[in-house]
């Protein structure tokens, strides 16, 4: 038996990660709302290429949880939520000019 199947890792989450699927959530929004907004393509390939990339020009911060502290209700004080923002635009454009979709 690995350590994987032995601790429940769920419990254990990247509070980077959360915020940039927040962000990232946020700005599909944005683009689905106002035709003036980077018009960027949504599909699960981009997204995913989206969040990869942003994920891996940004620190990971990780914590855990307790049943008491759902994820829905936290804040990310400590995170830059400029810089975050930044690399999730920075993101999808760099997915813009070469996109792995079909
Ligand atoms: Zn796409």
């Known amino acids: 038996m690995g350590i ?3 601790y429940d890792t769920s419990r254990l989450c990247n509070e980077t990660e959360a915020a940039v699927f927040r962000i990232l ?3 599909v929004e944005k683009r689905k709302g106002d035709p ?5 393509c949504i599909c699960q390939t981009c997204i995913m290429d989206i969040a990869a990339i942003a994920l891996n020009h940004l620190p990971p911060h990780y914590r855990m949880y ?5 994820h829905a209700l ?3 004080h400590y995170l ?7 690399e999730v635009m920075k993101a999808i454009k760099i997915v813009m ?3 792995h979709h079909y």
Do not use: C, I, V
Request: overall charge negative; charged content about 25%; aromatic content about 18%.
């Open 36 to 40: 003036a907004f980077l018009q960027f």
């Open 80 to 86: 830059d939520s400029d810089l975050l923002a930044d």
């Open 4 to 6: 994987l199947e032995e």
């Open 25 to 27: 959530y946020s700005y």
């Open 97 to 99: 000019s070469s996109p």
């Open 66 to 70: 307790s049943a008491d502290t759902p």
């Open 74 to 76: 936290k804040q990310f």
